[in-house]
């Protein structure tokens, strides 16, 4: 059974950082690109951090550039993403997300975490 389980949001501070974690099983998540999407009330779900299956790549979205880092712990299953100098604009669910390398149609989603930024 894929499981995607997202966990370490919360409510901080702006400014403040959090790290959030996607622990997985059910899959071999070495052969997996993994994803961190985030969503906000009333807007569409964006693409936050990607990282190549192998870890040699990786790439975060414009709006979180210098914030954000994304990686990997194939060791563990796990997909982190290091959110930093965090803004009230950073507030939404975020979501991790696995592509097969190869086949892309091997799709899953984990459940969302909700980040809140807020003093």
């Known amino acids: 059974q894929v499981q995607l389980v997202e966990s370490g949001g919360g409510l901080v501070q702006p400014g403040g950082s959090l790290r959030l974690s996607c622990a997985t099983s059910?899959?071999?998540?070495?052969?997996?690109?993994m994803r961190w999407y985030r969503q906000a009330p009333g807007k569409e779900r964006e693409l936050v951090a990607t990282?190549?299956?192998?870890?040699?790549?990786?790439s975060v979205a414009d709006f979180v550039k210098g914030r954000f880092t994304i990686s990997r712990d194939d060791a563990k299953s796990t997909v982190y993403l290091q959110m930093s100098s965090l803004k009230p604009e950073d507030t939404a669910s975020y979501y991790c997300?696995?592509?097969?390398?190869?086949?892309?149609?091997?799709?899953?989603w984990g459940q969302g975490t909700q980040v809140t930024v807020s003093s």
């Open positions: 059910g899959f071999m998540f070495s052969s997996y690109h």
């Open positions: 997300y696995a592509e097969n390398s190869w086949i892309s149609s091997y799709q899953y």
């Open positions: 990282i190549t299956n192998d870890g040699g790549r990786t």
